[in-house]
């Protein structure tokens, strides 16, 4: 286990790098020049010039390239003389547009994405396996028809919709909530859950169906295997077999694809923090786009390709546990 | 100033100076048929105050859809941010009075005692501080903090300032800021009260260069190079209690403030939330409803067109809106530097093509924009609507047809590069321009990148819309901005998107620039302007509004005409302060 731990911990490092790398390069092709962007309307030749040497854009790409990797584990300067600020680590650049270090917003914006995506998860785990399993167990009745068709339905609508009827609906037609407006869980736990109520349910919706879908396939796979035959044979109760010997085995993908999808929620999901104006790192990484914020861009990549791969290998060695087939 | 300072939005600005006026014009306030700007009546509050007068205390709400570019008075030259930190964290040497309509654009003094004393033939301008003028930790305003951020705006650490230090002071060439420790010889601080500033050439209107955030205090002490973005040191009414940025920035009162000292800022509310990231509709919706809190809220980003049908309607929901004229200009820019716009004859017929009334529509209506018949707004006119071709506001493609007949370009084909947001707006010219037989091909740019896509010179497409809007009401903020050939940068290019490289006009910019009386120079400028409708280097065609909503507990709400028609945040308030608690 320690030998594979190691191996893929090398590969995750790897990918970092590789994303960082290609990241990186990406903002070289394309059109906008984040000095000229900085220096304002009037800039002139000399001036322009002085703000790349000050945004470090003079030197070459590959020792920009060196300097950031160098930064991220052991801090680097930026500014000069008395304006000097010292960007400590993990310094994953420094945002102009901000003034800030590029971590220190990431910080900031964390809690709002967590927050955001584990309590989707949970909400879609719950609704997604319960369907599943449900329908996995009464295949080809009306109950199974029934929430097969409603998953389909609830799949087929863009998180934006969903989340701009629920906005419709419950904010400024029945008036049952207010505008959500993040309220962090150590200050007010009770609003924390109320303003997230609805981009949780939004995003919940969307995953629901798929994991209902998903689940059912699985279950119903399962349960037709030989040794679900054998345990019900010797007499086991109905529910250990579902539950111990069916589920088990059966939610083995779910967690593969649970693992990538929370992943990917936790570096922010774009859509439903723009709409419901949650300040997260979803929101954070629209505004950068919009501004060109190209250090915050790459910072937002880099966290979403850490959580992702982080969440895979977490999968991997939960298989270990949760499927006896597996052993490292 | 030109659009990309309002987030992909629209334009801002505005001011009025006593001006010449030519033949060809017609008041702000004429109505006209065919030949004349069709002036409608505004469909919301303008030159007006909404809600009364208000009560000192309470919350005063902010709903955004954005953060500040920068609040660092050296880095702050975005329309309405300058608003915001000048009224509210940010004495200059000279402000503008918290008055609507054209009385907003009369000078005052803020730091200063005067409007600042001309000497030399208007090359050095001298200023003396009143007495009294604390920071937040109550610490004294000294000359020496002025100079000290006049040098700031020099530091490639800075960027993104008003550059007007830069251009008129006299031996600036290679000076790089005080960060370093180099400070500048042509600004001295003779004693603690007095700053005098040595110019290159004479500079008539200094005094409105003097209202510029540059020209207010930051003493060296608070120096924390670009992290004093985050916690600029108030000298205004109000200081920072938090900031998080994009999230929420919360003002309380700055103790120290004397509002003996300062004849415009009235301070009223206790306290000022600023909430940003929210969604435009939603503000626009939260702000219709304008129930709880939000009652005691006013919208930062403006009102979007399609919110007009739910608020013009209802009177009392249209009694709340603010739409003060923005002072600026949005155009079509015509690439002169290559064919068929390098045919002054083709550009003539292009200012006949346009059909402007579809471009008001486009935007959201009458109610929300008007129809330019110039460059130069209204606000730098005095309310002037020049108009020295009179063609009707639908266009006259019959007209444009003959001339480009006349040109030998009868089967014209160009390409329109609009911003993702401006797609409409494109096809209305698409089809304007369709009946004088302009074939147009749209292409269309994110808004990260458009500003980048149209200021690639030698890639620049045949026509790009866009807007620009004055610093300080007055024309030498405006057309050498836009059509003065030597801005003209390979990458970059900004403001001059038309390319126009026209030696008259460039001679003439540099005389006015010299004229040491601002009347005689403000009337050069609107000369001028007509002479640049004749050479018809872009197209004007619109004059927009910035429609606001204020909620039902809000008093003292006004746009004002310098920074873009945003509301005056020196003097607005609540008018029950109890319900704006919180």
């Given at each position: ?124 785990l719950?609704?997604?396996l319960?369907?599943g399993v449900?329908?996995a167990l ?77 689940s059912?396939?699985s279950m119903i796979e399962t349960m037709?295997e030989?040794y679900i035959?054998t345990a019900r044979?010797?007499?086991l109760p109905a529910r250990t077999v579902t539950v111990k010997h069916g589920m088990r085995a059966g939610m083995t993908p779910i967690l593969t694809?649970f ?56 999968v991997?060695?939960l298989y270990a546990y949760v499927d006896p087939r597996v052993r490292? | ?582």
């Open positions: 286990m320690t030998r594979y731990l190691l191996r893929r911990l090398l590969g995750v490092a790897g990918i970092l790098l590789a994303v960082c790398a290609i990241t990186f390069s990406i903002f070289y092709l394309l059109p906008n020049d984040p000095a000229a962007a900085a220096c304002g309307k009037t800039c002139s030749a000399e001036r322009l010039a002085e703000v790349r040497t000050a945004m470090g854009l003079d030197r070459s790409v590959p020792s920009q390239f060196a300097a950031y990797l160098t930064g991220i584990f052991a801090g680097r300067d930026y500014g000069s003389g008395a304006g000097t600020l010292h960007c400590a680590f993990p310094c994953l650049g420094y945002s102009y547009e901000y003034s800030m270090p590029v971590w220190s917003l990431l910080a900031d914006r964390l809690p709002v994405s967590f927050s955001l995506a584990v309590g989707a998860a949970l909400l879609w719950v609704l997604g319960g369907a449900t329908s009464r295949k080809g009745s009306l109950t199974d028809r029934s929430l097969m068709v409603a998953s389909v339905a609830t799949a087929s609508l863009p998180v934006y919709f969903t989340s701009v009827m629920l906005i419709w609906g419950v904010v400024r037609g029945a008036g049952l909530l207010p505008y959500p407006a993040y309220t962090a869980f150590t200050d007010d736990p009770l609003s924390w859950a109320s303003n997230l109520l609805l981009p949780w349910l939004a995003l919940a919706l969307l995953y629901a169906a798929m994991y209902a879908r998903q059912r396939n037709a030989p035959r044979a010797k007499g694809i693992g990538m999808d929370l992943g990917g929620l936790l570096a922010g999901a774009v859509i439903t923090e723009s709409i419901f104006g949650l300040p997260g790192v979803g929101r954070l990484f629209y505004d950068a786009l919009v501004r060109s914020d190209q250090p915050v861009i790459l910072g937002v990549t880099l966290l979403a390709a850490f959580f992702i791969v982080a969440a895979n290998l977490l991997d060695v490292y | 100033m030109n659009r990309r300072t309002h987030a992909a939005l629209a334009a801002a600005i505005a001011a009025t100076l006593t001006l010449g006026l030519g033949a060809c014009n017609t008041k702000a306030t004429d109505t006209k048929d065919g030949a004349a700007g069709s002036t409608k009546a505004p469909g919301a509050a303008s030159g007006t105050i909404v809600g009364g007068t208000p009560v000192r205390g309470g919350t005063l709400t902010v709903l955004s859809n954005q953060d500040f570019a920068h609040l660092d008075p050296a880095r702050n030259w975005t329309m309405p941010n300058m608003d915001f930190g000048i009224r509210l964290l940010y004495r200059t040497l000279v402000t503008f009075k918290a008055e609507p309509g054209a009385a907003g654009s009369e000078l005052v003094p803020d730091l200063a005692t005067d409007l600042g004393r001309p000497s030399d033939g208007g090359r050095t301008w001298t200023f003396t501080l009143k007495e009294g003028v604390k920071y937040e930790d109550g610490s004294p305003v000294k000359a020496a903090d002025v100079k000290y951020n006049v040098e700031r705006s020099f530091a490639p650490d800075l960027t993104g300032g008003p550059d007007y230090a830069a251009q008129y002071l006299d031996g600036t060439e290679g000076y790089k800021g005080p960060l370093t420790g180099q400070h500048l010889a042509s600004v001295e601080t003779p004693d603690e009260r007095t700053i005098v500033f040595r110019l290159k050439r004479p500079v008539a209107e200094f005094s409105y260069t003097a209202t510029l955030p540059t020209f207010s205090p930051v003493p060296q002490a608070q120096e924390k190079g670009a992290q004093y973005d985050l916690r600029p040191f108030s000298s205004g009414p109000y200081k920072i209690e938090t900031y998080d940025r994009g999230k929420q920035l919360t003002l309380v009162r700055n103790t120290n403030w004397d509002q003996a000292t300062d004849s415009v800022r009235k301070a009223y509310p206790d306290r000022i939330v600023f909430v940003q990231g929210l969604k435009g509709g939603q503000v626009d919706d939260r702000l219709i409803a304008s129930e709880g809190a939000d009652a005691s809220a006013v919208e930062w980003p403006m009102m979007r067109p399609e919110s007009a049908a739910k608020v013009l309607p209802k009177a009392d929901v249209k009694s709340r809106l603010v739409a003060e004229m923005t002072g600026c200009t949005e155009m079509l820019y015509l690439n002169n530097a290559k064919a068929p716009f390098d045919d002054p004859k083709v550009r003539e017929a292009m200012m006949y093509a346009v059909d402007k009334d579809a471009q008001v529509t486009s935007f959201g209506g009458p109610a929300l924009t008007d129809i330019a018949t110039s460059f130069l707004p209204p606000a730098l006119t005095n309310g002037v609507r020049a108009d020295p071709l009179r063609i009707a506001p639908v266009g006259d493609p019959a007209k444009a047809k003959e001339l480009l007949a006349a040109a030998g370009k009868s089967d014209l084909k160009v390409s329109l590069t609009v911003s993702t947001g401006d797609k409409t707006r494109g096809e209305a010219l698409q089809q304007s321009l369709a009946k004088a037989g302009i074939q147009v091909t749209i292409n269309t740019a994110d808004p990260s990148v458009y500003y980048d896509t149209i200021g690639d010179t030698k890639n620049a497409p045949d026509l790009s819309v866009t807007g620009w809007c004055p610093d300080y009401p007055s024309g030498a903020t405006f057309l050498p901005f836009v059509f003065d050939g030597r801005t003209i940068k390979e990458k970059g290019n900004q403001g001059n998107y038309s390319q126009f490289r026209d030696q008259a006009t460039m001679d003439r910019m540099d005389e006015i620039a010299r004229m040491p009386d601002v009347k005689e120079a403000n009337a050069a400028w609107l000369q001028l302007d007509q002479d640049l409708m004749k050479k018809s280097p872009a197209v004007p065609m619109l004059w927009q509004r910035r429609p606001l909503l204020v909620g039902t507990n809000v008093a003292g709400a006004f746009g004002h005409p310098v920074w873009t028609g945003m509301f005056d945040f020196a003097t607005i308030g609540l008018k029950d302060p109890a319900k704006g608690q919180g």
